[in-house]
């Protein structure tokens, strides 16, 4: 079954700089690609996501590419900010309409103020 | 729209107990997933629905653990007898079958202690 590694476990940035999260997958078959924040007490929401026919995708600060030759992909928050304080969730799906998600075990993110 | 409702909120039970947690999907959903979340394994799926009907129950970890869904806004997962490793916090999530968008909307989630 698919397997899902997120790197690194944690991360401390200063606030206003970026920030890069990384994650990589073993099956091939693997085409969605979403990337959750959960903050503390609440659910995984939505933050981006891509689709293995797009290599990068963009929403104001944030970023993901995708590699699908490494079976790898990226999350990228520049200017970061306080409130990106958060654990971040990488995930993969190889299901049509991205069901079954498998996770990565998630990264915390500090922004320092 | 409320979002996706859960409850309880907490539950602490004892060991050999039955506790069943409920789930409200977002009105108009088709898809509903359970999730467990440990410190150990992290996010993992149990199981999904597409329009009531189980579609995929492998993460569900053994039978003492089942899920149903009676109708299009509302879910269970019960777990009975229940054991201290089943302490983790359980998430419900639904989606809409959409081309367009795969996202999926996670309730607050229930956080289960079993003592």
């Known amino acids: 079954g698919e397997n899902v590694e997120q790197h690194p476990s944690t991360l401390s940035v200063q606030e206003g700089d970026s920030a890069v999260i990384k994650c990589t997958y073993s099956d091939s078959a693997s085409n969605y690609f979403p990337w959750y924040k959960q903050e503390l007490g609440k659910g995984p929401q939505l933050i981006i996501d891509?689709?293995?026919?797009?290599g990068e995708k963009k929403d104001q600060r944030i970023a993901v590419t995708l590699n699908k030759t490494a079976k790898h992909f990226s999350l990228h928050i520049t200017e970061t900010q306080p409130e990106d304080s958060a654990v971040y969730f990488c995930a993969a799906s190889s299901h049509p309409y991205g069901n079954k998600l498998v996770f990565g075990a998630g990264t915390i993110l500090r922004v320092k103020s | 729209d409320a979002g996706v409702i859960q409850s309880p909120r907490h539950e602490v039970t004892e060991m050999g107990q039955e506790v069943t947690l409920r789930c409200k999907p977002i009105s108009g959903h088709d898809y509903l997933f359970w999730y467990r979340q440990t410190m150990m394994r992290g996010l993992e799926l149990l199981i999904y629905f597409n329009n009531n009907v189980p579609i995929d129950d492998s993460g569900m970890p053994e039978d003492r653990f089942s899920a149903k869904m009676p109708n299009a806004s509302f879910s269970t997962l019960k777990i009975q007898p229940s054991e201290p490793r089943d302490s983790a916090v359980y998430f419900c999530?639904?989606?809409?079958?959409?081309?367009?968008?795969?996202?999926?909307?996670f309730g607050p989630g229930t956080r289960l202690t079993v003592t």
């Open positions: 999530a639904s989606n809409l079958n959409g081309r367009s968008s795969y996202e999926q909307y």
């Open positions: 891509i689709r293995s026919n797009v």
